[in-house]
């Protein structure tokens, strides 16, 4: 099963930028919609942003207007893109793989800690 590796996360002040990047093991981004997922303590692992395979991204309301997803086929990376951080943007940041294709699984990374304080 394919691995996605995140990293970029760290400790930010408020109304700072952040840059996350998604490391796939080859270039899945036909056949997946890639996402990011956030879970805070406490809480609910919740959407924060999905690129679909063709094209179309998709943010959480909370993040519209302050987050970025992107890809590069030829790194076979994605990224978040956090500008105008807040403090309740803190949480541990996941990485998703979510098949188009019905035999494939869901895949997840590790998670990167991402803090927004002062």
């Known amino acids: 099963q394919g691995q996605l590796v995140e990293s970029g996360g760290g400790l930010v002040q408020p109304g700072g930028s952040l840059r996350l990047s998604c490391a796939a093991d080859?270039?899945?981004?036909?056949?997946?919609?890639m996402g990011w997922y956030r879970q805070a303590p406490g809480k609910q692992r919740e959407l924060v942003a999905v690129?679909?395979?063709?094209?179309?991204?998709r943010y959480a309301v909370s993040v519209q207007g302050r987050f970025i997803i992107s890809r590069d086929s030829a790194k076979n990376r994605v990224y978040l893109q956090m500008s105008s951080l807040k403090p309740e943007d803190t949480a541990v940041y996941y990485c998703n793989a979510d098949p188009v294709l019905p035999w494939d699984s869901v895949r997840w990374g590790q998670g990167t800690q991402v803090t927004v304080s002062s």
């Open positions: 690129l679909s395979h063709d094209g179309h991204t």
């Open positions: 080859g270039n899945i981004f036909d056949i997946f919609d």
